[in-house]
């Protein structure tokens, strides 16, 4: 395990690890000069090795660039962002439940999750990120602007699905299947 630290908020679970596993756990903090050569740790590992990052969003493209540079599939780099890349200007739309045929407008700064919880309908998902793929849904007309981490890219382009945490409508009107439950039925 590389860990790279920029401030003192996670000295203690730095610890715990090094505790744990010391032979295995290899710190680099800026601020005592240690530095993490990616190009040189990712060159050197076997073939077929998965590489894990999170954290923020210029080290995780860092990561990702350094293996795509060593010729590295895509499925096996993986990664967790530690913030949401949905956009604060974004255009107002309407996204259709298909199932309950409800309309339902999606404000700017909204993302289709929220605009859902507004009207107290419970929404299955983790991260509110778009990396965990727990509020995955099926689009059935219109088309998504993917912001999230978890599909892959062809998934994105068929179109057939999207992160309704993070991900947004193309045009002024989608509309989805519902997945979303109450006791067990489908509600939406």
């Known amino acids: 395990m590389q860990f790279v630290k920029t401030g003192f908020i996670v000295i203690a679970l730095l610890d715990g690890l090094k505790q744990k596993h010391a032979e295995h756990v290899f710190s680099y903090v800026d601020s005592e000069g240690c530095t993490l050569n990616l190009d040189e740790l990712i060159s050197s590992q076997p073939k077929g090795t998965h590489v894990y990052v999170c954290g923020p969003k210029p080290m ?3 990561v990702i660039d350094c293996c795509n540079k060593h010729r590295y599939r ?13 956009p604060e200007d974004g255009e107002a739309f309407t996204v259709v439940l298909a199932k309950s045929n409800q309309e339902i407008e999606v404000q700017s700064n909204q993302t289709i999750l929220q605009a859902i919880e507004t009207l107290n309908i419970d929404v299955e998902c983790l991260c509110r990120e778009g990396v965990c793929g727990t509020c995955e849904t099926a689009i059935l007309e219109g088309e998504a602007d993917h912001l999230d981490h978890y ?15 993070v991900s947004r409508a193309k045009g002024k009107k989608t509309s989805i299947r519902s997945l979303i439950y109450l006791f067990g039925r489908s509600i939406a």
């Open 60 to 62: 995780i493209d860092a």
């Open 151 to 165: 599909l892959s890219d062809a998934e994105k382009a068929s179109q057939k699905s999207m992160m309704i945490c």
């Open 74 to 86: 895509d499925e096996y780099i993986h990664w967790e962002q530690f913030a949401s890349t949905v």
